[in-house]
C-alpha cells in the first residue's frame, strides 16, 4: 500500500516563504512521477510541479522562478519537497501531494491533469496574506 502525507502548510505573509514536505513509502517502483497540485475551495485542483523519476521537472507558469520541487530519498522514505519563495496570496490553497508509477515524460510535455494519478495525500492548508 502506498502511503502519502504531506506537511509544512501553514500562515505567511506575502513574500515569505515555506517548504512543503511530502513523505511517500510502500512501494519499490524504479520509475515514477510525483507532483504537486493545488485546490481552493469551488476550483478544480490544479498542478503546481512535478517530478519525473529521471529528474526533469515541469512548473505551473504562475509559480515558475518562485517554487523549486526536488526528490529525495532516506532509507526506504521517499521525500518530495516544495520550497516556495516569495508567496503572494493567489499562493493561498490546500497543497497536496499527488505520486502514480509512470513518468510522465516531463522532457516533452507540461504536467497534466490531476486524475492521472491514483495516489494522494491528505493535503496541507497555505494560507498567504497581503
Known amino acids: 500500500q502506498v502511503y502519502v502525507a504531506e506537511s509544512g502548510g501553514d500562515s505567511v505573509q506575502a513574500g515569505g516563504s515555506l517548504s512543503l514536505s511530502c513523505e511517500v513509502s510502500?512501494?519499490?517502483?524504479?520509475?515514477?512521477?510525483m507532483a504537486w497540485y493545488r485546490e481552493i475551495p469551488g476550483k478544480e485542483r490544479a498542478g503546481v510541479a512535478a517530478?519525473?523519476?529521471?529528474?526533469?521537472?515541469?512548473?505551473a507558469n504562475s509559480v515558475q522562478g518562485r517554487f523549486t520541487i526536488t526528490y529525495s530519498e532516506d532509507n526506504d522514505k521517499r521525500i518530495l519537497t516544495l520550497e516556495m519563495n516569495n508567496l503572494r496570496p493567489e499562493d493561498s490553497a490546500t497543497y497536496y501531494c499527488?505520486?502514480?508509477?509512470?513518468?510522465?515524460?516531463?522532457?516533452?510535455?507540461?504536467?497534466?491533469?490531476?486524475?492521472?494519478?491514483?495516489?494522494w495525500g491528505q493535503g496541507t492548508q497555505v494560507t498567504v496574506s497581503s
Open positions: 499527488a505520486v502514480r508509477r509512470q513518468p510522465w515524460g516531463l522532457r516533452f510535455h507540461p504536467m497534466g491533469s490531476w486524475t492521472d494519478f491514483p495516489y
Open positions: 517530478i519525473d523519476s529521471d529528474g526533469s521537472t515541469n512548473y
Open positions: 510502500g512501494y519499490q517502483w524504479l520509475s515514477y512521477c
